[in-house]
């Protein structure tokens, strides 16, 4: 939800809708980061976003795993090639993982 709502904010309403129809046919749910109730129960198919990847690096890592190149990314997300390294990357080390491979096998995982 926070990459849609930036992504609304800058004027991309498109890329934000295809973002948020992308992740609901994986299955995933992004939750905002909140305290949270005890013992609350999370369903089994939400992606773990709060806990695990930030709302950039989730948008990276599906993007990724839809087959997207770098600069595919960067353009879709206008933002940097640099930048959508430096979120792979973040993704890579948040996951213990280490190719886009991997990452790809994560989202089709945890996404469903």
Do not use: F
């Amino acid at each position: 939800r926070d990459a849609e709502a930036a992504l609304c904010a800058a004027g991309a309403r498109s890329d934000a809708d295809q973002l948020a129809a992308r992740l609901r046919s994986l299955g995933a749910t992004a939750q905002r980061r909140t305290s949270g109730r005890a013992g609350a129960a999370r369903p089994r198919n939400e992606v773990e976003v709060t806990s695990q990847l930030s709302a950039r690096e989730l948008e990276v890592a599906v993007l990724a795993a839809d087959g997207l190149t770098t600069a595919e990314i960067a353009a879709q997300m206008h933002i940097g090639a640099t930048s959508v390294n430096r979120y792979a990357s973040n993704a890579y080390g948040k996951l213990g993982i280490s190719s886009r491979t991997q990452l790809a096998r994560w989202v089709r995982e945890h996404a469903h």
